[in-house]
């Protein structure tokens, strides 16, 4: 596709993919790590690591070929969770060069001329795990994926999946030097109206798009109901365009956060939230300002669809 995400936002909602790590587990191609690790505290233990780019190359196609079918103008190439030092963890290491590069190539095979690929990085976990002093080493680790990823060919970049600000204002400044454009999306979990290093929406908003984003957001941990009011409050702070990639999954007020919950990650069926919140997300989606829709965590070709006839039917 030869049109750049900043045009395709200027042209109103972007309608997008995902999610892909929990749908491939649960198609058996991923590894959540719950029967290694305890899981779902909080420290970045668990695995939901993205080999299957290389392991599994044919499942990956298949799913973002489903994607394609919903409607999703963009193909994330499966990179969450790929940098060194997460790959690292769960003894891929030496296949970070590898993975960034086939996840893309994957992508952009079947995203043909219908779809832009996007670059998806998230987090590197040191901060949960070691604190703010690892924000150096974060940095380095960002900076080498989002080489790897532009010299694989891909046409953005998503962050995506950051609970501090300082690690996706890092992510944000690498994102600049490389000269790809960046897609910015906070995840809140414990609070809603505070991320890990006590920001709220609002400021997040502002700091990303002073960064550069083309666009700013949240994504996963809540359904699109959830997340809303944070979204408003992020609305409510910049011109930019907003993003918004929710995962399907039902939280309450005390657990805001499908990861933080006991059914995280082995009952995650039982608080499935419907792909008709999805359709309704779609159908308020101008109204509520938002330029980038996708999908996270919980979502399948269903839910991107359903999305899409929501879009279809402001
Ligand atoms: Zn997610």
Redesign the pocket.
């Known amino acids: 596709m030869s049109t750049s995400i900043v045009t395709l936002l200027s042209r109103g909602p972007v309608l997008g993919d ?2 892909y ?2 749908e491939l587990e649960r198609r058996g191609y991923v590894d959540s790590g719950s029967r290694r690790e305890k899981v779902g505290i909080g420290r970045g233990s668990g695995q939901f690591t993205p080999e299957v780019a290389i392991e599994r190359p044919g499942a990956l196609r298949e799913l973002h070929r489903e994607f394609l079918l919903a409607g999703s103008r963009v193909l994330q190439a499966l990179t969450f969770f790929a940098t060194r030092e997460k790959l690292s963890r769960s003894g891929y290491g030496a296949e970070t060069e590898a993975i960034n590069t086939a996840a893309v190539k994957l992508a952009r095979e079947v995203a043909g001329e219908g779809a832009l690929v996007a670059g998806s990085v998230s987090r590197t976990q040191l901060l949960e795990r070691e604190g703010a002093g690892a924000l150096g080493r974060a940095r380095d680790h960002i900076g080498e994926q989002i080489r790897l990823l532009k010299d694989a060919g891909c046409d953005f970049l998503i962050l ?2 950051f609970f501090h600000l300082a690690e996706m204002s890092a992510a944000l400044e690498c994102a600049r030097a490389s000269g790809l454009a960046a897609v910015a999306t906070m ?1 809140f979990r414990s609070h809603l109206n505070a991320c890990s290093d006590g920001y709220s929406p609002a400021e997040c908003a502002r700091v990303m798009a002073d960064l550069g984003a083309v666009a700013v957001g949240a ?3 809540q359904g699109p109901e959830a997340m809303l009011p944070l979204l408003r409050e992020m609305r409510a702070a910049v011109q930019v365009p907003l993003a918004a ?1 929710p ?1 399907a999954f039902r939280t309450t007020r005390q657990s805001p956060n499908f990861t933080g919950v006991p059914e995280f990650p082995d009952a995650l069926e039982t608080i499935q939230l419907g792909r008709r919140d999805f359709f309704k997300f779609g159908r308020g989606a101008r109204a509520e300002g938002l330029g980038y829709v996708g999908g ?3 979502c399948n070709a269903a839910y991107i669809r359903a999305l899409a006839e929501g879009l279809d039917s402001q």
């Open positions: 995902g999610g790590l929990i995506e999946t995840s994504n996963c941990e990639q995962a996270c965590c919980g």
